[in-house]
Each structure stands twice: as C-alpha cells, then as structure tokens.
C-alpha cells in the first residue's frame, strides 16, 4: 500500500540510517591534519586511504545492491553497518599509512551497505510513482544533513578526545543505526513484466543501451569533485584562506580560526545542498532529467572555476560553499531516478550501483589526486582545474541520453 511521501516509515528510517553514515563520512577530511602530524605521514598517505575508501565503496555498491535484492534490504544494510564499524576500530589502532589504507576498505563496503545505493533503491519501492522523486530528493538530503554536523562535531570531539578515540565513538554510533531496521519493509511494486525478467535480462538490456553508459560516464565527475572537497577543502581553507581578523563578522559567529572555518565549510554545503537536494526532487517529476543534470554540472563547473581564480578569503570559502553546497547532491535523487525510469525498479539498487562506481573511481582520483599533487606542488590548485573540467565534461555528456525508456520482454 502506498503512503504518503513524508510519512512512510521506510522512507523514516533510510533518512536515519544515511544521514547517521554520511555524518561519519563527511568528517574524515577533519583528520587529514592530526593524523599526518601524529605520524609525519605525507599528505598523500592519508589521501590514498580515502581514495581506496572511495573506490571500495564504489566495488561495494553494486554488490550490496544485488544482495538486497536476492536476500533482503535489511540483511545487506546490517552487512554494511558492521562492516563500517569495524573498520573504523581498526584504523583507530592503524599505526602506518598501508595499515590505514587496507583498514578504509572496510570502510569503504560499509558505506555501501548503509548508504544511497541500497538506501534509495528500498525508498524508491516504497514509493507511488507521483511521490517517488520527492521521496529520492529527501533520503538524499538526509545525506546532506548529516554532512551539516558531521565534521563540526569531529572538530569538537577532537578538541577534547584523540582522533582514534573518536574513531570508535563513530563505531558505535554507527551500530545504533540498525535499531531502526524493523522499519525497513519495503514491498516489490513493479510491473508483471519487470518481476518476471532476470537480474541478468535486466543488465543486458542496459549494458545495451547508449544511455545507460552515458549516465555511467556522466557520474565521474560528481564524485571527483565531492570526495575531493569532503578530503581536502579543510584542509585546503585552514591553509590558503588566510587568519580570521578580529572583529570580522565570523567572528561574531563564533569562527575565529581557519581549522574551525574548514569544518564549517563542509557543514555549510551539507545545510545548503537540503535545500538544493529537495528543489531537485521537485523539479525532478516536472522536467527532463538530463536537462536538469546538465545544468547542474553547468553551474559546479562555473562556480568551481570562479572561486579558484578569485583571492581565497573566509567570506569567499563561505560563498563558495553556500553555492556549492545547492548543488552538491542535487545530482542524486536525478541519477537514480533516471535509471528507475528507464530500467524499472526491481533492480534499481544493482543498477544504480554499477553507475554509482564511476562515481567512486571520480571519487578516488580526487582524494588521491589531491594528496598527490599537493605533495608536489604545495597547492590544490591544480587538482581543482581538472575537477573544472571533468564537471563541465558531465555537463556535455548528459545531453544525448534518451529519456524514453527500453521494452521490457517477458
């Protein structure tokens, strides 16, 4: 039976578990500088763990897709919840750069389990047809808002705990999550024709179709430019935006150094992007998706490049993550809703998720990326112009996918 978009319980309970998983996601470019300073690591070291956290999510999605969809939604997101737990009590004892990064692979399939892939794949379902974009733009702005007090709360956790202490806080925290799982009952609804084709018919058909590998090449550069921000952007404004002087108006809100401003960025995008994320899912069932993606892509590759170009100050870190922030996971619940529109629902999570790699290999290469060009040159800027032109390649790229969506064969 379907209910109402605000007051499915599904919908309730993948907002907690996202929102609680991409918390604890968005604070790790808080301890890009403690933990290379504890250990004289070199920058890159602590990208290359990101990155590989970003890569194997990506490996993982597909796979978490394909487990929800053969043994249960709620099997998989336990999967993914201990997965991430554990992995982060073991990178809390990590003592070298490979530890570390062999630890975040763990990390990285427990994002799988608990995040968009299986997430909106159980919300899309539980949805009707008119509430469906809606129901995908608030489980994905519920992504944003745990972004909003994610690496804020690190920060103030680290002011009065270690970075591995509060690496197993985030443990536990994310094992509460599966206390919300009887919620998570989410009935097949699909056409007889889709409940009859196989996974394998289903992936055939759209391997087939130039649209679906369009979409594919499209996302590469969502995720360049958001793991590469999530990564380095603290770290990026604590050293280029210059001190904060006295009297100025962030002082007034209580930012009076340039680490404090670099958790407030990320937290300003994740604020902003609820916003931006929902006026997406609106529009969503109104517009064209590949318009909508296009101009998306447009408006990053335009913002990224302005700000790069200006002076870097604390009130342009604060523009340039409002703006950004609007259009950050916009993206998203667009995606996704485009591949159950062309390919159906039965398998939208194994769907999404092998289009949701090529968001995850953009992933790696700017979290390691960055790391490694940082090490050479002393500066982010480079790196930043290529996620310019990877966006503005995505927004090109969107415009020949067809909308009208494949037969399904019985």
């Known amino acids: 039976m379907k209910q109402n978009a605000l007051m499915n319980p599904v919908l309730i309970a993948g907002c907690v578990i996202v929102m609680t ?15 290379a300073a504890e250990f004289g690591w070199m920058r890159a070291d602590f990208s290359l763990a990101i990155a590989i956290q970003n890569l194997a999510w990506g490996i993982g999605q597909p796979i978490f897709g394909a ?13 993914g919840a201990l997965f991430y737990a554990t992995g982060l009590l073991l990178s809390a004892g990590a003592t070298t750069p490979l530890e570390h990064q062999m630890y975040e692979i763990l990390v990285g399939f427990g994002i799988a389990g608990t995040g968009f892939g ?13 509430n469906r974009s809606m129901s995908l733009a608030i489980a ?9 007090f994610g690496a804020p709360l690190a920060e103030y956790i680290l002011s009065f705990m270690t970075w591995e202490q ?39 058909r759209a391997f087939k179709d130039p649209s679906y590998s369009l979409i594919f ?12 921000i999530t990564a380095h952007f603290p770290a990026l404004v604590t050293e280029m935006s210059g001190p904060i002087a006295q009297g100025s108006w962030l002082a007034g809100f209580g930012i009076t150094t340039t680490s404090t401003l670099g958790a407030i960025a990320i937290s300003l995008i994740g604020l902003a992007n609820i916003g931006g994320t929902l006026f997406a899912g609106y529009l969503g069932k109104r517009y064209s998706k590949k318009y909508l993606l296009a101009g998306i892509y447009t408006g990053r590759t335009i913002i990224a490049a302005a700000f790069i170009m200006m002076p870097i100050t604390p009130t342009t870190v604060v523009i340039f993550s409002i703006c950004m922030g609007s259009l950050w996971l916009a993206t998203v619940p667009l995606t996704s809703g485009l591949v159950a ?8 999570g194994t769907l ?25 040159y002393g500066t982010y800027t480079y790196v930043w112009w290529v996620g310019v032109g990877v966006s503005a390649f995505s927004a090109i790229i969107h415009l020949p996918i067809k909308e009208n969506r494949p037969a399904v064969t019985a």
């Open 140 to 148: 994905t702005a519920a992504g944003s808002a745990g972004q909003v």
């Open 21 to 35: 998983g991409f918390a604890i996601r968005a604070s790790f470019g808080v301890f890009q500088i403690p933990i």
């Open 67 to 79: 487990i929800a969809e053969k043994i249960g939604d709620r099997k998989a997101i336990i999967a």
């Open 341 to 348: 529109h062309l390919y159906g629902l039965r398998y939208m």
């Open 118 to 130: 299986v997430i909106l794949a159980v919300v899309g379902r539980a949805s009707s047809d008119e």
């Open 166 to 204: 509060t690496f197993m806080v985030f443990a536990g925290v994310i094992l509460s999550v599966l206390m919300v799982l009887p919620m998570m009952r989410s009935p097949i609804t699909a056409p007889k024709a889709e409940l009859q084709e196989t996974m394998g018919a289903t992936l055939k």
């Open 352 to 376: 999404y998720g092998i289009v949701f790699f090529s968001h995850q290999l953009g992933s790696f290469l700017g979290v390691w990326l960055g790391g490694a060009l940082y090490d050479i």
């Open 217 to 228: 090449l499209g996302f590469f550069s969502c995720g360049y430019q958001l793991a590469f």
